[in-house]
């Protein structure tokens, strides 16, 4: 982990900032500046952990740290140890200790032997939402819950993997992705969050939105890919910084677009392409009407390319699809608190009574896709290929990218879709 000082500045200050405050040695509001109340915080943390009090965070202070950043500790065990005076002294359950441990024998502990011990929150639900905090959030999963399976669909432009999270062992297969688009990262910890929450209630063999998470876990797999665009994400949440070649490049396409806030208004990938205007269905109407527009080059939005999946994200989510036999997908944007279920005349079996249980858990409009935006997108271009449901949600109200202050807000008006989309497959 980079080392963070006075002046330090972006999501990694954010992280900080947040696991701070909840360990209660940060009263200030999480800005992701480092600033004198950040540095005094970080020294009343050193001070009570018996490390140097400099108040910079290097190495030693975040291997103190990182326990409450992964919401796990290796713990040794001592003689007399049992794991349910454990799980009491790191109020837990013994259920997440014996999931987070598959080779442990539950009887006969011993004396120096390691084990995870589960005991906290893995996902941060405010802050800014990076690429690199992602990918801290899914080792940190993988390693509580042994069960999800993680791999990689492909790279980004940059060469960022773009991680794909299975949970569940049945043949129905699903697929839920965000972030598309850059400025719509609030879509991944939704994403995120949800994981975490159903792997949670299989740990413990509870309900997750009123049904059985292990009875789901058996009949679906669920694979979830919570950043399609990483390099564009990490512009808008300030992961890539001005000063940064790539920043600078991006700036200048930037600038064909003066009215567009730079980085706040951009949603396209690194090369500046429209990832959900990447897909062959209706491509050419998406072309003409997009360069009708004025979105006739690289630039923040809605420019679709030279060709269909010209770009590395798109090509790996096609890629990934048909490697698959989704049953249904879910594409998650934001904003507008709506549900676009349809593509063209397409009426895939239950795709309607489907949008409509959505509509009901959600308190989220139907509506059918304007036709300026009806062509070329991932969901168009599924039910296109497979006949099968395929749905846009647009989380949240208000201007991209949403503030992170929405997040419980949004979470809870979309528990019931993530359910249901597996439910009703």
């Not at 949603?267 to 006739?296: C, H, M, R």
């Not at 249980?357 to 036709?371: K, V």
Request: hydrophobic fraction near 35%; aromatic fraction near 14%; proline fraction near 5%.
């Amino acid at each position: 982990m980079e080392t963070l000082r006075y002046g330090s500045f972006g999501p990694i200050v954010e992280l900080l900032q947040s696991i701070l405050k909840k360990l209660g040695y940060y009263k200030g509001n999480i800005t992701g500046r480092y600033g004198e109340e950040t540095q005094k915080a970080v020294a009343a943390f050193q001070k009570s952990y018996g490390l140097l009090v400099d108040g910079i965070v290097q190495n030693r202070t975040w291997r103190r740290l990182h326990p409450y950043i992964n919401g796990y500790s290796v713990y040794t065990v001592k003689l007399g140890d049992t794991l349910y005076n454990i799980a009491e002294k790191f109020d837990t359950s013994i259920y997440r200790i014996i999931v987070a441990n598959p080779n442990i024998n539950l009887d006969t502990i011993y004396e120096g032997q390691e084990i995870i011990i589960p005991f906290g929150n893995i996902i941060n639900t405010n802050i800014s939402y990076s690429f690199r905090i992602l990918d801290m959030n899914i080792n940190a999963l993988s390693t509580v819950y042994p069960f999800l399976e993680v791999g990689s669909i492909g790279r980004s432009v940059l060469g960022r993997n773009i991680p794909y999270i299975r949970i569940g062992r049945g043949k129905k297969e699903v697929f839920y992705n965000a972030s598309f688009h850059a400025n719509e990262w609030i879509t991944t910890p939704i994403l995120m969050n949800y994981i975490e929450e159903f792997s949670k209630a299989c740990a413990e063999g509870t309900n997750i939105y009123g049904y059985s998470a292990r009875e789901i876990y058996d009949e679906v797999s669920l694979y979830i890919v919570p950043m399609v665009n990483p390099d564009g994400v990490d512009l808008v949440t300030g992961d890539i910084k001005s000063g940064m070649e790539v920043y600078a490049s991006v700036k200048e396409m930037s600038e064909n677009y003066p009215d567009i806030p730079f980085p706040n208004g951009w949603k396209a990938n690194i090369n500046g392409v429209d990832l959900n205007l990447q897909y062959p269905a209706g491509w050419e109407q998406a072309k003409k009407t997009k360069f009708s527009q004025g979105y006739t080059k690289p630039g923040p939005r809605d420019y679709v390319g030279e060709f269909p999946l010209s770009e590395s994200e798109s090509k790996a989510v096609y890629n990934f699809t048909i490697k698959h036999d989704f049953k249904l997908i879910l594409a998650y944007h934001t904003q507008g608190k709506v549900i676009y279920w349809k593509y063209l005349d397409y009426l895939p079996e239950k795709s309607e009574y489907i949008a409509e249980r959505f509509s009901e858990s959600s308190g989220y409009l139907l509506e059918e896709t304007p036709f300026e935006s009806s062509f070329a997108g991932y969901k168009d271009w599924f039910i296109q290929e497979y006949n099968r449901p395929g749905y846009t949600i647009e989380a949240g109200l208000g201007e991209n990218p949403l503030p992170i202050s929405q997040f419980d807000t949004i979470y809870s008006e979309n528990i019931g879709i993530l359910t249901l989309g597996a439910v009703l497959s």
